[in-house]
Nanobody, 119 residues
């Protein structure tokens, strides 16, 4: 089992920046990838950014060149730096760790944190 606890988020004006963090605990050795998803009001959850433990990174089209995912493998934390924020970035943001071994895989979600961008 992996526990994921988020911090950060809040309200910011258009063009501003925010940084989200997610700390993993428990069976962190089983983690093989991680990422961030978001769910805007009234919409489905969507991928924001993902990163494998090998360092392969992928971003959703809406956030490319504005958001950066990073990790600290010593502290078992993951961050999402969000720059040039837009009103359409308003959403609940969730971190996720993908873990497992020997054919048994699980998704471990954080509790979610609200990001509100106002114009």
């Amino acid at each position: 089992q992996v526990q994921a606890v988020e911090s950060g988020g809040g309200s910011v004006e258009v063009g501003g920046s925010l940084r989200l963090s997610c700390a993993a605990s428990g069976d962190v050795a089983s983690i093989y990838a991680m990422g961030w998803y978001r769910q805007p009001p009234g919409k489905d959850r969507e991928m924001v950014a993902t990163m494998s433990v090998g360092g392969t990174v992928d971003y959703g089209n809406a956030v490319k060149d504005r958001f950066t995912i990073s990790r600290d493998s010593v502290k078992n934390t993951m961050d999402l730096q969000m720059n040039h924020l837009k009103p359409e970035d308003t959403a609940v943001y969730y971190c996720i760790y993908f873990g497992g071994r020997q054919g048994s895989y699980h998704d471990y979600w954080g509790q979610g944190t609200q990001v509100t961008v106002s114009s």
